[in-house]
């Protein structure tokens, strides 16, 4: 098969699809990979490197998208990426597409095949390609609320461990799933006073014996996160519908709940968001202001350590796409439903059924789909 792995080119991304050593791996299998040149320099992962695993070097975005038979990606495909993809193609990527309306219609109108990392499961329920984004993003999470927390970037001027007599700040997590409890396992390790909440009894019961009680637990209703919202100064949220929009736990009238400079980072604003205040934001120009709270909304979290998001991504990517590849993509997805629970569209239709909810389309059931 031949495989693309285009430089991304959403703003502030700088991981890439697959390093040297993966690329060495399907080569070695008589694969053919295409790399788009400086797809991955910024990492210190070079071109010669590429080269040295069997890559097939190109100065040209077109070229990777015209031969390759699958693309692999880390982010959802840009509008001008959208209209270089083809009908029998392939691509495998973060999609977000209960986000990015716009973009769900131009790959329903691509005819292509898309595979979602976020949406594929394993034999326990899990999401095996989201979790180690997940983990990267909920520990990002708290770097984040406490430099937002500086007055120079609007916040209330706390310092998350406090200080010799003075209390440490207060952080509610919404959502004990993978991202909460990254988030909540460097929140404690810094020395805030932290609070988890959850829709689930047996995961609250798991932070509780996971933490030995260091960390409070709560069962989320909207009437309990109101009661927390005027003693906190950060709040997460980490919310997760796979492949759906984001619950909104906190509407704009509920700030007002809230101390003058506490801070929302919204670790689901690719899902959506969690805050009814949340819009995406970037790397560049990360947070901004809503009624005196900081909003830290950047759609691409763990793009801010690039590398180490790239390894830990490519380690849970790559035996997948060893097995697209291997098996070609409709045989994979006819034969292993987990990795069909990541299929989000082909052939024109949705076919998961959280996004064709969310995108108000109707569901072309997946294993339907791959029988034509």
Known sequence: MIVGVPRE???GERRVGMTPE?????????HTVIVERDAATAIGMSDEAYAKGGARLTDRADEVYRDAELIVKVKEPQLEECARLRAGQAIFTYLHLAAYREIAEALLGSGVTCIAYETVTDSHGGLPLLIPMSEVAGRMAIQAAAHSLETSQGGSGVLLP?????????????????VGV?????????????????????K????????????????????????????????IGAALVPGGSAPRLISREMLKLMKRGSVLVDVAIDQGGCFET?????????TYLVDGIVHYCVANIPGAVPKTSTYALCNATLPVISKLANKGVLEALRED????????????????????????????????????
Do not use: C, Y
């Open 182 to 202: 990254n988030a909540a396992r460097m929140a404690a390790g810094l020395g805030a006073r932290v609070t988890i909440m959850d829709l689930s009894p047996d």
């Open 337 to 372: 439903e987990h990795l069909r629970n990541g299929l989000n569209i082909h052939r024109g239709g949705v076919t998961h059924e959280a996004v064709a909810k969310a995108l108000g389309k109707d569901l072309l059931p997946a294993l339907e789909s791959l029988s034509e």
């Open 204 to 235: 609250l019961r798991q932070i509780e014996q996971l933490f030995w009680g260091k960390i409070d637990t709560l069962l989320s209703t909207p009437g309990s996160i109101e009661r927390q919202l005027p003693e906190v100064d950060v709040v």
């Open 9 to 11: 080119i959403k703003a």
């Open 22 to 30: 993966s690329v060495r791996l399907l080569t070695e299998k008589g």
């Open 162 to 178: 406090g200080a010799p007599g003075v209390l440490p700040g207060k952080i509610l997590i919404l959502g004990a799933g993978v």
């Open 278 to 286: 949340s819009r995406p934001t970037r790397h560049d120009d990360p």
